[in-house]
């Protein structure tokens, strides 16, 4: 299946050369150039959510996704400070935005030392949008926690939407990035990737505020 066009311009590794004559969006107006972006970055958060093409995110990377993602993420978990000094346990936004980052460094790094055919700010990229599942699985866990009294039964709720937006997120990034990888070292790309989303899906879960 052809992958559908998105706006934005890298270099895939392998990718025939694109001609340069192209629309220069120099003079076009800010308004056009702020939409043209949303668009772009919508178009990214549904093939997180139906991952049917595998280059889509390399070839068109950007970062605002990632970034909105890891804001979201930073305020919704943050712990709130009752008195001066002291928090509920929560993690504070500087926290979560240096496990954010620095996660998917580190998993970006252990990419390219296998081998990787991508460059760092593509996986960076790949990892950062499909965040997308888990941050719909904070939000259903954040109505769930409106309610006055927390039953085993709503826990269980709470998990099974964690559960269910860890395994997507998974997929949805082996499916972006499993074709740039040694077919002999797949299993190794993986291990990192499982524990960075682990460690997110266990924020959340662990979240009670």
């Not at 712990?79 to 926290?95: C, I, L, M, V, Y």
């Not at 970006?108 to 991508?118: D, E, F, P, R, W």
Request: charged letters at 15%; aromatic letters at 12%.
């Amino acid at each position: 299946m052809m992958d559908l066009p998105l706006e934005g311009d890298i270099t895939v590794p392998g990718a025939p050369p694109e001609s340069e004559d192209q629309l220069s969006t120099l003079d076009e107006p800010i308004r056009e150039t702020v939409m043209r972006d949303l668009r772009a970055v919508g178009r990214k958060f549904f093939h997180v959510l139906y991952p049917k093409q595998s280059r889509t995110l390399l070839r068109d990377w950007d970062l605002w996704g990632p970034l909105v993602l890891c804001v979201f993420l930073g305020m919704m978990l943050q712990g709130s400070e009752t008195k001066p000094g002291s928090n509920d346990g929560g993690p504070q936004f500087a926290q979560v935005f240096v496990i954010y980052w620095v996660g998917a460094a580190i998993v970006t790094l252990n990419i390219k030392l296998l081998g990787g055919s991508i460059s760092f700010f593509q996986s960076i990229c790949v990892l950062g949008y499909c965040v997308l599942p888990l941050i719909l699985a904070l939000i259903v866990c954040r109505v769930i926690l409106v309610a006055d009294t927390q039953t085993t039964f709503l826990f269980i709720i709470r998990c099974i939407a964690v559960l269910a937006g860890f395994g997507w997120a998974i997929f949805a990034s082996t499916a972006f990035l499993t074709e740039s990888q040694p077919e002999r070292r797949k299993a190794l790309a993986l291990y990192p990737i499982v524990f960075f989303y682990f460690v997110i899906s266990w924020l959340i879960i662990s979240s009670t505020h």
